[in-house]
């Protein structure tokens, strides 16, 4: 295996602003993002989702192996195939599947087994993890990996002014057979993205306050 040549870093350019500032204003930016479940079929330009996807190829990786794969759709016939094979697993998973805790943690979110988002948003990104690599070489760390790739995705649909969801139906094999993926490749999550329906309503959430998400061992603490 040939190593990788080292060549000057370039460093993000230092905010004028100042770091606190700055990154103030992207928090409060990042707070904004809404999983939102009420799709407009407003159309997206496939150069967005191409933008969409190198956004998310940029996120570390195990060793560099980039174990992802992204399966852009915006074919009719297949996402009203994907939405059929999800809404036959979520009708099981609503009527039984799932345990009685579990629906009663979803309950004051509202879902159901019906996911018209799946034909309503012009694209669905269907995330694949590659457990290995094709030719049976490992992959490290392959769900943290995709996991921080979704954040970046998530994030970047959110710049474009676009929405999503992270859609899990549960089981996921039915998109390795519908999308023809190979046996390497395990369905990791579906995003629908598009613009809001109008009037679209999402859950009123809180979200953690600091003090609950963070411990801090500091510098000169007595
Ligand atoms: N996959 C189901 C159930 C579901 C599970 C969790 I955890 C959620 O946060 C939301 C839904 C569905 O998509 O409806």
Redesign the pocket.
Known sequence: MESFSHIPFQAPPRPEEGPLEAVRDFRQWLDKRRSLRFFSSEPVERAVIEELILAAGTAPSGAHKQPWTFVAVSDPHLKTRIREAAETE?RA??AGR?SES?LR??AP?G???Q?PFLEDAPWLIVVFRQAHAPDGSKHYYTQESVGMACGLLIAAIHKAGLVTLT????PMQFLSEVLGRPANEKPYVLLPIGYPAPQATVPDLVRKPLDELAVFFEAGAQ
């Open positions: 979520e998973f609503y799932a579990w943690d979803l979110l879902t159901d087994w996911k859609h899990t139906p549960s």
